[in-house]
């Protein structure tokens, strides 16, 4: 702290110095509570993460598509189905093929859940082991 104790004569003469030690005092108790705070919000468990990586679909002969537009109808490969009976059947036959064939399933978007929830049950049902979902990438566009 400064103190002016008389001296010069001069009552007049103002004093243009800036007092920073408040400041410093308001900024290392800034840097206290961030240093204390900041191992606590960044606490996570160290776990090891998979990669992504997109990887192209590989047809097959042995795979086999089913296709549900969006009224519920059901193809097999490019062959309609008449009901799920049909398809739980089909799939059935091709549960005890070696090697088992993948089920890919291409469905509508405008096509209800339902219809391709049964294609799943009927996929597990029947006993398959892999069921996959086709796509189309987006490209940017609404």
């Known amino acids: 702290m400064a103190m002016n104790v008389g001296g010069s004569g001069d009552e007049d003469e103002v004093l243009s110095a800036i ?3 408040p400041l410093v005092d308001v900024m ?3 840097l206290i509570i ?3 705070t900041i191992p606590v919000a960044i606490q996570t468990v160290p776990v090891s993460l998979p990669k992504a990586n997109n990887v192209a679909t590989q047809t097959k002969p042995e795979n086999i598509v089913v296709a ?3 009224e519920g109808t059901i193809y097999w490969n ?3 189905m008449a009901d799920n009976a049909a398809l739980l059947a089909r799939i059935k036959e091709a549960a005890v ?3 088992q064939p993948e089920i890919h399933v291409r469905g509508d978007k405008d096509a209800r859940f339902e219809f391709i929830g049964k294609v799943i049950v009927d996929c597990q049902r029947g006993g398959i082991q892999k069921v996959a979902f086709i796509t189309e ?3 940017g566009q609404q």
Do not use: W
């Open 97 to 99: 093929k070696q090697p």
């Open 34 to 36: 961030f240093l204390i």
């Open 28 to 30: 290392l108790v800034l």
């Open 78 to 80: 490019s062959e309609k």
């Open 19 to 21: 007092n920073t030690t």
């Open 68 to 70: 549900v537009d969006h």
């Open 137 to 139: 990438p987006d490209r």
